[in-house]
């Protein structure tokens, strides 16, 4: 049973910081896919930053366009990962609804453009200049 609870998020001036979080509880040994993505108004949702759980290399994916601004990290607690995303130098455009997802289809699910099948409830993130 896959369980993602999210956190965080709310209102920042541009250039300010905020972090997400997420609680992700997905009792395999596996590898699967994490990942934050975001969503503006009429738009598809995109992918903003995606890693690997129960992989040695901590790898992370990050989109270009908040590469160097945001960081992703996982870590783990017991039976649960915690997936957090800090958003640094934030800017209007970031404004969007942020959902935190996971896969369990290892490795397709690294494969870009892959959709995810697992979210969470979402959480909006406002950016004002």
């Known amino acids: 049973q896959v369980q993602l609870v999210e956190s965080g998020g709310g209102s920042a001036q541009a250039g300010g910081s905020l972090s997400l979080g997420c609680e992700v509880y997905i009792p395999t040994i596996h590898k699967y896919c994490l990942g934050w993505f975001r969503q503006y108004p009429g738009k598809e949702r995109e992918g903003v930053a995606t890693?690997?759980?129960?992989?040695?290399?901590?790898?992370?994916?990050?989109a270009p366009s908040v590469k160097g601004r945001f960081t992703l990290s996982l870590s783990k607690d017991n039976a649960k990962y915690a997936l957090t995303l800090q958003m640094n130098s934030l800017k209007p455009e970031d404004t969007a609804m942020y959902f935190c997802a996971a896969d369990l289809d290892w490795p397709l699910c690294a494969e870009s453009d892959y959709k995810y099948n697992y979210w969470g409830q979402g959480t909006q993130v406002t950016v004002s200049s």
């Open positions: 890693t690997i759980a129960n992989d040695g290399d901590g790898r992370t994916d990050v």
